[in-house]
C-alpha cells in the first residue's frame, strides 16, 4: 500500500510539515516520485512509528538516528534512557543556587567556567542540579580554611579534566567488553536490555565507590610523602 503524503499523515498522526522535518533531517527515506507526485510506502508508516515510540521516551534526534540507522540496539532503550535522562532531579536556577548556597552569582560562574558546575541539558535557562550545593558546601570549607580561590579552582579543574578522560575510557571498556559480548549472546531483547541496565547501575554504583576509596588512600600517601619529604 502506498500513500500520499496528506494520507501517510492521517496514517500516522503526524503533521504534515513534522513529516517533512523528519525527511529533510534524514531520519525518513525519499518517498517514491512519479512525475509531481511523492509515494510512501508501508516502511515509511513504520518508520514514523518507530520515531514516535523512541521520542516518547525522550531521546534526541541524534539518538533517535543512531537507533534507526542500527548503530544501537533495540535492547539499547533502557541503558540509553538511563544514562541520557538520569531521573528527573531537583533543579535550581543559578540565582537561587547563589541564595540557597551563599556563594555570589559571579564565583558560581567561575566554578562553571572551570568545568565544576555543569548546567542540566534540554533548557532554555541553565539549571543546576540541586546536589551541586553539597559540593559547593565543601568547597567553601576549603576556601574557610584559608585555601586560595584561585589555586583551587585550578586544582579542581585539573581534577574535571582528569576525571573526564578517564570516564570516557571506562565507558569505552563498558561498551566493548559487557554491551557488546552480551547482545552477541543472542536471546530475547527484553531480556538483554534488563541485564545492560542492571549492570550499568551495579557498575555505575561500584566505579563511583572506587573512585571515592582511591582518591583518599592516594591523598593520604600524598600527605604522607610530603611530610617525609619535609622532615
Not at 137 to 144: E, N, P, Q
Not at 155 to 160: C, I, P, R, V
Not at 215 to 222: D, S, V
Amino acid at each position: 500500500m502506498e500513500y500520499r503524503i496528506e494520507q501517510l499523515s492521517r496514517a500516522s498522526g503526524m503533521a504534515v510539515d513534522t513529516i517533512r522535518f523528519y525527511q529533510g533531517k534524514g531520519l525518513l527515506d525519499a518517498p517514491r516520485r512519479e512525475g509531481r507526485v511523492t509515494w510512501y510506502g508501508e516502511s515509511h508508516l513504520e518508520r514514523l512509528g518507530r520515531i514516535r515510540d523512541l521520542q516518547r521516551r525522550g531521546f534526541t534526534l541524534t539518538v533517535i538516528r543512531r537507533f534507526l540507522e542500527g548503530e544501537l540496539e533495540p535492547s539499547d532503550e533502557s541503558l540509553v534512557a538511563a544514562v541520557t535522562r538520569p531521573g528527573s532531579p531537583q533543579t535550581l536556577t543559578l540565582d537561587e543556587l547563589a541564595g540557597r548556597s551563599g556563594v555570589a552569582v559571579p564565583l558560581l560562574k567561575n566554578l562553571e567556567q572551570a568545568g565544576l558546575l555543569v548546567p542540566v541539558e534540554g533548557g532554555d535557562v541553565p539549571l543546576y542540579p540541586a546536589d551541586d550545593l553539597d559540593a559547593i558546601a565543601a568547597g567553601m570549607k576549603l576556601i574557610a580554611a584559608g585555601v586560595p580561590l584561585g589555586p583551587l579552582i585550578e586544582l579542581a579543574s585539573e581534577y574535571a579534566d582528569a576525571t573526564d578522560r578517564v570516564a570516557r575510557q571506562a565507558v569505552d571498556l563498558f561498551d566493548r567488553h559487557v554491551r557488546e559480548r552480551i547482545q552477541s549472546e543472542g536471546g530475547e531483547t527484553e531480556a538483554a536490555e534488563r541485564r545492560l541496565l542492571e549492570l550499568f547501575n551495579e557498575l555505575l554504583d561500584a566505579s563511583g565507590l572506587l573512585v571515592k576509596h582511591h582518591f583518599q588512600r592516594t591523598l593520604l600517601r600524598a600527605a604522607r610523602e610530603h611530610i617525609e619529604k619535609k622532615s
